[in-house]
């Protein structure tokens, strides 16, 4: 994002990459690539030769910050052996999708395992 002046939280405080010069103690140069003290997104500094650029321009929030697909799911725990869900054991991935389900009940423990995601499979 940027030459920015302001990120899109609203925060004007950036960490910067800087050297002082040493008579002046005045920053002698940066980088221009900062990040926002307060949410820690990535940002462009601004820098004079920017000034027509960053002044002109305003990127709308929803523009920069990437928006999650929110997706429904319906979850399908009753045992197709046994009819009940009180047993089910439901695995999941790394990132908290579920994969699959399995009955405990001392009837179908070991045989009767399902994707409890009813929309779609996991894979």
Not at 76 to 101: F, I, K, N, Q, R
């Amino acid at each position: 994002m940027g030459p920015t002046t302001e990120c899109v939280c609203g925060s004007s405080m950036f960490v910067a990459l800087a050297q002082f010069d040493l008579e002046t103690r005045l920053p002698s140069w940066y980088i221009t690539d900062g990040m926002c003290l307060d949410c820690l997104s990535m940002v462009r500094l601004p820098t004079p030769v920017d000034e027509n650029v960053w002044s002109t321009y305003a990127p709308l929030p929803e523009d920069l910050k990437e928006q999650p697909e929110i997706v429904d799911v319906v979850l399908d725990l009753t045992c197709p052996m046994c009819g009940s869900d009180e047993y089910t054991v439901v695995s999941y991935s790394s990132d908290g999708t579920p994969l699959h389900a399995e009955c405990e009940f001392v009837s179908c423990a070991g045989q009767a395992e399902w994707y409890p995601v009813t929309d779609k499979p996991p894979f």
